[in-house]
């Protein structure tokens, strides 16, 4: 059995990063991968 957690909640963590950086300093990232 695994325990997964709620993607929504986990996605919104990397959409913090990508617009504490900005669009142009986030690009290539793993936070702005991870949301494309």
Not at 14 to 22: D, E, I, T
């Amino acid at each position: 059995m695994k325990i997964a957690g709620c993607w929504s909640h986990a996605r919104r963590r990397f959409a913090n990063v990508v617009k504490s950086l900005g669009k142009e300093k986030s690009k290539g990232t793993p936070a702005y991968d991870a949301l494309k």
